[in-house]
Nanobody
Framework: VQLQASGGGLVQAGDSLRLSCTASGLPFSRNARGWFRQAQGKEREFVAAITWNGDSTYYGDSLKGRFTISRDNANNTVYLQMNSLKPEDTAVYYC??????????????WGQGTLVTVSS
C-alpha cells in the first residue's frame, strides 16, 4: 500500500495551495480518505475527511470555508484545496485512508507527508 502526497510548498499568507494524495494497493476499494496536519511541537490535528463516494465531508474547527476536500475515485486521488492560507496553517500535511471515515484518526494507511509553509 502506498499513499503518495504532493503539492506542498512555501507560499505567502493569503495564497492558495492544492494538495494531492494518490493511493495504490489499498485492500478495500471503498475507502474513506482524510487529511491531518502536524505543526512543529504540536500534536497531530484533523483537517478534513471525505467518504468513499464523496457524499459527506468533514472539516476541522475553523477550517471549513477555507479548505475543501474532494476526490477522484477513477484515479484513486484525494485533494485538499487550501485558500486564504495563514501562517498558522504551516505544518506537515498527511493523508490517510481507512475503510470508514470514523476510523481515520487511527488509520492503517498514511502518506509520507508534504510540508506547507506559509510566510507572513
Amino acid at each position: 500500500v502506498q499513499l503518495q502526497a504532493s503539492g506542498g510548498g512555501l507560499v505567502q499568507a493569503g495564497d492558495s495551495l492544492r494538495l494531492s494524495c494518490t493511493a495504490s494497493g489499498l485492500p478495500f476499494s471503498r475507502n474513506a480518505r482524510g487529511w491531518f496536519r502536524q505543526a512543529q511541537g504540536k500534536e497531530r490535528e484533523f483537517v478534513a475527511a471525505i467518504t468513499w463516494n464523496g457524499d459527506s465531508t468533514y472539516y476541522g474547527d475553523s477550517l471549513k470555508g477555507r479548505f475543501t476536500i474532494s476526490r477522484d475515485n477513477a484515479n484513486n486521488t484525494v485533494y485538499l484545496q487550501m485558500n486564504s492560507l495563514k501562517p498558522e496553517d504551516t505544518a506537515v500535511y498527511y493523508c490517510a485512508a481507512e475503510r470508514f471515515v470514523e476510523r481515520l484518526r487511527e488509520a492503517q494507511y498514511w502518506g509520507q507527508g508534504t510540508l506547507v509553509t506559509v510566510s507572513s
